[in-house]
C-alpha cells in the first residue's frame, strides 16, 4: 500500500514537473513589451529637423509666384513663394531643396512622400482639404480674364465668351472658375501659363482666365494682350501652403512663420522684387 501510494506520488511530481518545464515563464511574456516600450513615430516636424533639409514641391511656370530666371548665368527658380519658402526652411533651422514639377503632379507627389510641401500659389479647395492639410492664406489675389487687345470691344462680359474657347491652367482653382462662372465657354486646359499665353496670342482660345499678379507679370512684356473688364467672383482664391494629412505640428510652424512675414508686409515686398524680376 505504501509502495503504491509512493509510486503515485512520484508520477504526480513528474507531471508537474513537465508542465511547468512546457510553460514560459511570466517575465518573458512581457519582456518584449514592458521593459522596452516602442518608440513613438517621429513627427513630420522633427523628420524634417533630422534630416536637415526640407523639400518644396512648385510648379515654377508662374511669375510671380514662382518661375525660371538666369541668375548670374544660371537658371535659378524664383518668385515670392520661393522667398516665402525660404524663409520658412530658415526659421526651422534647415536647408531648402526645390523640386519643379507640373502643377497637376504636386498633390501626388506630395502624398507619396516624394515632397515635404506644396507653395505654388494653391488655393485650399474644400476638395484638396480633404487629402492635404493646409496653412493659413498668405495671399489673395483678383481673377482676372486675359484677351487680346485687338478684341477689348468685343468681350466685355461672360455672356460675350459664350461659345468660345477659355484657357485655363491644368489642375488650378481658374479650371474650375471657368466650368462654373463660364458654363457656356469651353475650356481647355494645359499644363503651363506660358502655353497658354500662346495659345491666347495665336487665337487658338479667345480669353485665358489667370490672376492678377501673373496677368500683370505676362502683359508688361506681351503688349498685344490685356486684362479684359470681365469681373469674376474671387471667392476662395486665397494661396496656402500644402503639407501632408496629418502633419499638425509642421503646419503651426509654417503658420508662424507666415503670421511675421504678413504682419510686417513682408510678403508683400516679395511680390513687388518678384514682379520686376519677370522678364
Known amino acids: 500500500m505504501f509502495k503504491s501510494k509512493a509510486i503515485i506520488l512520484m508520477l504526480l511530481s513528474l507531471v ?18 514592458a521593459g522596452k516600450p516602442e518608440e513613438a513615430k517621429a513627427t513630420k516636424l522633427e523628420q524634417i529637423k533630422k534630416a536637415g533639409k526640407i523639400v518644396v514641391g512648385t510648379s515654377a511656370d508662374y511669375p510671380p509666384y514662382e518661375f525660371h530666371k538666369e541668375v548670374n548665368g544660371k537658371d535659378t527658380i524664383v518668385g515670392f513663394d520661393i522667398e516665402i519658402a525660404k524663409t520658412l526652411a530658415k526659421d526651422l533651422g534647415v536647408t531648402l531643396e526645390i523640386k519643379d514639377l507640373k502643377y497637376e503632379g504636386l498633390l501626388p507627389a506630395l502624398e507619396a512622400g516624394n515632397i515635404d510641401f506644396i507653395i505654388s500659389g494653391m488655393t485650399p479647395t474644400p476638395e484638396r482639404q480633404q487629402s492635404v492639410d493646409f496653412t493659413k492664406i498668405y495671399y489673395t489675389a483678383v481673377q482676372t480674364v486675359v484677351i487680346r487687345a485687338e478684341d477689348k470691344d ?13 484657357g485655363a491652367q491644368k489642375g488650378a482653382t481658374q479650371e474650375q472658375i471657368v466650368t462654373k462662372q463660364m458654363p457656356g465657354s469651353e475650356m481647355k486646359a494645359l499644363g503651363k501659363i506660358s502655353d497658354l499665353m500662346l495659345d491666347l496670342k495665336s487665337k487658338k482660345t479667345e480669353a485665358l482666365v489667370v490672376e492678377q499678379p501673373v496677368a500683370t507679370a505676362y502683359l508688361s512684356k506681351n503688349q498685344d494682350l490685356i486684362i479684359s473688364d470681365i469681373k469674376l467672383s474671387t471667392e476662395d482664391s486665397g494661396s496656402a501652403i500644402a503639407v501632408k ?10 503658420n508662424a512663420s507666415l503670421d511675421k512675414l504678413m504682419k510686417d508686409k513682408t510678403v508683400d515686398k516679395f511680390v513687388m522684387e518678384a ?5
Request: charged fraction near 30%.
Open 245 to 254: 494629412k496629418g502633419s499638425s505640428d509642421l503646419v503651426d510652424a509654417m
Open 154 to 166: 468685343k468681350y466685355k462680359s461672360i455672356k460675350d465668351l459664350e461659345g468660345k474657347r477659355v
Open 16 to 33: 508537474l514537473l513537465l508542465s511547468a518545464c512546457g510553460q514560459k515563464p511570466a517575465a518573458d511574456s512581457s519582456s518584449a513589451g
Open 275 to 279: 514682379n520686376d524680376l519677370v522678364e
